[in-house]
């Protein structure tokens, strides 16, 4: 991968990494060993142990023991799965002994919250999905997988690309991250283009409902999605750990293998993942095509995916640095795209004559990702942690079409992020930082329904935080700058015009909480926030046919006059949301519940409309898809989630859960392509070998519906896991038998650009194995 010399003017990783290695940790730090037991004594291994307020954590080994290095008077928080957490503060004593009580509720770290803080302490509502629960829920796409979090649906693009919505939102207004950073990939331009990060090598996955713009831009309005795992590792191991896991899926024929290793020595930590997934067209409940023919196969709906990664840290009581490199290729099928292929034509790769037979287009995905981060401990006085990290990402798509690229889309970012967290001022707790994103995107052929732009941000944030008793007060506010700019932009539909475009924005962003822990166990949280968003440079400059959706697009940069396009004068405006949330958690006891309410008002709301014309109304133009363009009107959205767990014994619970969004524009009609409510049940069982799951999910009716659109049936899926662990050779095993859709229904998503021709898979059943050493 070479970095051209516009990303090099940019970066801001040589200083940071020569002060890595050049300034040593000021504030005195001890170790301290100890041992994580259950209450019955027995060793709680892989037990995670968290050094407060910074990255670093470490695991227990097999007896439960640990050592880890933290300042005087800090605070450990100390976790593991199925068990209650605990928070030990430390001192003289270098030893320490913890029990950890079975049943309790973990609080989890999310990375995305920038101070480190835990799920149950933000005033923003968040889902971690982690551990085993997210084992229980990966799918092939990250929509599918997170599809069951309360205020979470997907936009379903068939099982190949399925992207997730919150609230209503997605697109450009959910940002998609891997720990912390810009997937980079092209997934927010258009529903068939798939996400790059894998849940199957994640640690955990974070989503953070609302709008998320402080840290991460100003395009997240409706929340963020964080993938972690532990490419560039943030801790040292007693023992190396081997993760193996492979399974097969009957509906789709899918075989999957997965590798995860992590191991240190002295202060070098490293780690590898990778993965090969290989999958036909899915089997779904017989339906009728829009062909007028009957199936029970979602034609094109196959993949074929891998990917290796590798990361090495140095770690030491000053600090760490770390660099992770990876490389991820995926062909897919695109449903509804069924013409035959024909002989290789050429082209730009030779590569493309293994699917040159397979029917429809298919999309061929490429994608080189170096990242790098670094930490300093108590650098100079008053500074706990100075941190930077980067990524830059080289992407490509091709959209394959009688065996040669017919359109080819291109994506060179950098992102990088140095932030400064403070030691208390006046009580005032927090971080301030710098966040740059750069971005070259190029697409070109048939179908390049957006032209080459360029699109330059940076921002100045703080989010701080101060505790008065049991309440706790977060403020946060955000400064951007983002310009776009497109060249060579062909006007109409065929020969035309060329312009040079350019928009530049600033973007403020503000935000206060509060955190009420009225008693032991239960809490208020009150989220007010003020975000503007840039429109990207799809939604100004996109301009052409969209094979994909079945439909061509048009962007705010112009106006139709006469069926001819030209370039418009209207003051493109940004998006202002204005949101509020109110949150009430139950987390102690056996009743354990949480209910969301968010109310969010949007000023210049950009959505793509329905015009009511076709490709044959534009001069000179032929075709008979639907002519769709961003239109800018005020819009409400609102609505509530609710998720309660109640546990019946330590091994059995019962949960239940409630998502809805209602969101219309100012003028009375509703948005398109807006989620029904969805309610579910489950019941869980955890025991010493075996845990099962069983869960009901219904989906309702769509009848809000947006002009030109139509409405969607309700449907109900079943789902069904069941695990066994055990012991062989010394190997930790566990072998797991899943059921998905058990009564076969027919399913189609509302929120999907090709619902009526991509219906949810059939009835499956997964087989894994999954061994750890």
Same mark, same amino acid.
């Given at each position: ?18 002060? %890595? ?11 301290? @060993? ?82 480190? *803080? ?28 997170? *599809? ?12 190949? #690309? ?17 720990? $912390? ?28 409902? $609302? ?195 017919? %359109? ?50 940076? !921002? ?11 309440? @706790? ?21 065929? #020969? ?52 994909? @959706? ?6 705010? !940069? ?33 009743? @354990? ?110 009848? *809000? ?23 062989? !050779? ?8 899943? !059921? ?34």
């Amino acid at each position: 991968m070479n970095i051209s010399p516009t990303y090099k003017r940019y970066s801001v990783l040589a200083p940071l990494i020569s002060l %890595t290695f050049s300034v040593s940790a000021q504030q005195h730090v001890q170790r301290y @060993t100890g041992v994580v037991t259950n209450q019955q004594g027995q060793p709680l291994k892989n037990a995670r142990i968290h050094l407060y307020g910074r990255q670093q954590y470490v695991y227990a080994d097999e007896q439960g023991k640990f050592s880890i290095q933290a300042p005087a008077n800090a605070e450990l928080h100390i976790s593991a799965a199925g068990y209650g957490d605990s928070f030990v503060t430390v001192g003289d004593e270098s030893q320490l002994d913890i029990s950890l009580t079975a049943g309790g509720i973990e609080r989890i770290v999310v990375a995305a919250s920038g101070i480190h *803080k835990y799920n149950l302490e933000m005033a923003t509502p968040v889902s971690v999905l982690a551990t085993e629960e997210l084992s229980r829920r990966t799918e092939p796409t990250l929509g599918e997988t997170l *599809k069951y979090e309360p205020g979470v649906h997907a936009n379903y693009y068939g099982p190949v #690309a399925s992207s997730p919505i919150i609230r209503g939102l997605d697109g450009p207004r959910v940002r998609v991250m891997n720990n $912390g950073l810009s997937t980079g990939d092209v997934s927010r331009i258009s529903p068939d283009h798939a996400i790059t990060a894998d849940a199957l090598t994640a640690q955990q996955i974070e989503v953070l409902r $609302g709008p998320a713009t402080l840290l991460y831009g100003s395009g997240a309005i409706g929340g963020v999605v964080n993938v972690v795992d532990n490419r560039i590792p943030r801790q040292l191991r007693a023992n190396s750990e081997t993760k193996l896991e492979t399974r097969y899926v009957d509906v789709s024929d899918e075989k999957t293998v997965a590798l995860n290793h992590e191991g240190s020595s002295n202060n070098i930590a490293w780690h590898v993942d990778g993965f090969n997934r290989d999958t036909a067209d899915y089997e779904v409940p017989r339906f009728t095509n829009d062909e007028g023919e009957s199936t029970n196969t979602l034609e094109n709906s196959w993949t074929q995916s891998k990917a290796l990664n590798a990361g090495v840290s140095l770690i030491g009581d000053a600090g760490l640095f770390g660099i992770s490199i990876g490389r991820l290729e995926s062909d897919y099928g695109i449903p509804g795209n069924n013409e035959e292929h024909g002989e290789d034509q050429g082209g730009e790769d030779t590569e493309l004559d293994e699917h040159a037979e397979e029917e429809g287009v298919f999309a061929k995905l490429k994608q080189n990702r170096l990242s790098m981060a670094g930490e300093l401990y108590t650098p100079f006085a008053g500074v706990e942690t100075l941190a930077f990290t980067a990524a830059y990402t080289d992407y490509q798509h091709q959209e394959i079409e009688d065996g040669a690229p017919g %359109t080819t889309f291109k994506n060179k970012a950098l992102e990088s992020r140095i932030t400064l967290e403070h030691e208390a001022i006046a009580g005032w707790h927090g971080i301030v930082g710098y966040h740059l994103q750069h971005a070259d995107y190029q697409a070109f052929g048939e179908e390049a329904f957006t032209p080459d732009s360029d699109s330059l941000s940076h !921002a100045l944030f703080a989010l701080e935080e101060k505790q008065f008793g049991n309440l @706790t007060v977060q403020l946060g506010g955000r400064i951007e700058r983002t310009k776009h700019s497109a060249g060579a932009v062909e006007l109409g539909h065929e #020969a035309g015009m060329v312009s040079d475009l350019s928009d530049t924005f600033a973007a403020l962003s503000a935000s206060a909480g509060l955190v009420w822990e009225f008693t032991p166990g239960f809490s208020w949280a009150l989220a007010v926030s003020h975000s503007e968003r840039a429109p990207s440079a799809a939604e100004l400059y996109s301009n052409g046919a969209h094979i994909a @959706t079945s439909s061509y697009e048009l962007g705010l !940069a112009y106006e139709l006059r006469d069926g001819e396009i030209e370039v418009s004068e209207r003051n493109v405006k940004k998006e202002t949301a204005n949101n509020v949330d109110v949150t009430f958690r139950s987390f102690q006891g056996d009743l @354990t519940f949480t209910y969301n309410f968010f109310y969010n008002k949007v000023g210049d709301y950009l959505y793509l409309s329905n015009t009511g014309l076709t490709m044959e109304d534009l001069e000179a133009g032929d075709g008979s898809f639907p002519l769709y363009q961003y239109q800018q009107q005020d819009a409400t959205l609102y609505g509530m989630e609710f998720e309660a767990r109640y546990k019946l014994n330590n091994a059995q619970s019962l949960n239940v859960f409630f998502d809805a969004v209602r969101a219309k524009l100012d003028g009375g009609d509703y948005l398109p392509r807006i989620p029904p409510y969805k309610t579910g049940v489950g019941y869980q069982y955890n025991g010493l070998s075996w845990s099962a799951d069983i869960g009901v999910t219904h989906y309702a009716r769509q009848d *809000k519906v947006a002009v030109n659109e139509s409405t969607t049936k309700g449907y109900t899926l079943v789902d069904a896991n069941i695990n066994y662990d055990f012991n062989l !050779a010394k190997v930790d095993m566990t072998a797991f038998l899943r !059921a998905t859709n058990l009564t076969n229904e027919l399913g189609f998503v509302h929120s999907s650009l090709i619902k009526e021709d991509a219906p949810l898979p059939g009835r499956a059943l997964t087989i894994g194995i999954r061994a750890m050493f």
